[in-house]
């Protein structure tokens, strides 16, 4: 098993960038699929990125392409994303999560975090 800890989220003005965080505890946190996945007010929690278990496979949602990047260090039990070109678009709380699957199906996922606010201003 593992748990998810996001940190990192804040406000920041569009065009800026943050590097979300993401700890998992647990000695099996190599072996999972990590996603993150983001929920705007009114809206359903959507997809925004997953890597694989080697870090050698990625995806990301149409919508964030080209502007995160995802990435992980097994070594430190963490994921990353780093989000670049912010807008206000991207306002969300951004979830992190680990699964068995490398998919964008939030359902697949067997262990989420708590969740980080990221607010983008205009």
């Known amino acids: 098993q593992v748990q998810p800890v996001e940190s990192g989220g804040g406000l920041v003005q569009a065009g800026g960038s943050l590097r979300l965080s993401c700890a998992a505890s647990?000695?099996?946190?190599?072996?999972?699929?990590m996603g993150w996945f983001r929920q705007a007010p009114g809206k359903e929690r959507e997809f925004v990125a997953v890597i694989g278990w080697t870090g050698s496979s990625t995806s990301y949602a149409d919508s964030v392409k080209g502007r995160f990047t995802i990435s992980r260090d097994d070594a430190k039990n963490t994921v990353y994303l780093q989000m670049n070109s912010l807008t206000p678009e991207d306002t969300a709380v951004y979830y992190c999560?680990?699964?068995?699957?490398?998919?964008?199906?939030?359902?697949?996922?067997?262990?989420w975090g708590q969740g980080t606010q990221v607010t983008v201003s205009s």
């Open positions: 647990g000695r099996t946190f190599s072996s999972y699929a």
């Open positions: 999560a680990a699964g068995a699957v490398v998919t964008g199906t939030p359902s697949s996922y067997d262990y």
